[in-house]
Nanobody, 126 residues
Framework: QVQPQESGGGSVQTGGSLRLACAAS????????MTWFRQAPGKEREFVAG????????LYADSVKGRFTISRDNAKNTQYLQMNSLKPEDTAVYYC???????????????????WGQGTQVTVSS
């Protein structure tokens, strides 16, 4: 199994940038899908972006497309979520999740994911 651990959250003003990191420890030789979800106060957790280690393909929610970018440092078993042009509606707790996966596009459904980090807070003020 793999254990994701998020870092990099914080507070920024509208239009600012943050980079989140998700470090995977454990059995990282297996191919995984690693995906970011977020949950704003009073709302359900939603898919943000993810990638498939086996295919290298990336998937983004429409709300973040063009502003958020995933990258990965394989040597460090770490995935990054670069968030630019942040908006107040991006304020949420961001979670990194992983699932053993061989395929093209990472699953969007949170119920598919076995392994979760503890979350990191992102706050965007206007």
């Amino acid at each position: 199994q793999v254990q994701p651990q998020e870092s990099g959250g914080g507070s920024v003003q509208t239009g600012g940038s943050l980079r989140l990191a998700c470090a995977a420890s454990g059995h990282t030789t297996t191919s995984y899908a690693m995906t970011w979800f977020r949950q704003a106060p009073g709302k359900e957790r939603e898919f943000v972006a993810g990638d498939s280690w086996s295919s290298g393909s990336e998937l983004y929610a429409d709300s973040v497309k063009g502003r958020f970018t995933i990258s990965r440092d394989n040597a460090k078993n770490t995935q990054y979520l670069q968030m630019n042009s942040l908006k107040p509606e991006d304020t949420a707790v961001y979670y990194c999740a992983a699932i053993p996966f061989v395929g093209w596009a990472p699953p969007r459904l949170e119920s598919r994911y076995n392994y979760w980090g503890q979350g990191t807070q992102v706050t965007v003020s206007s």
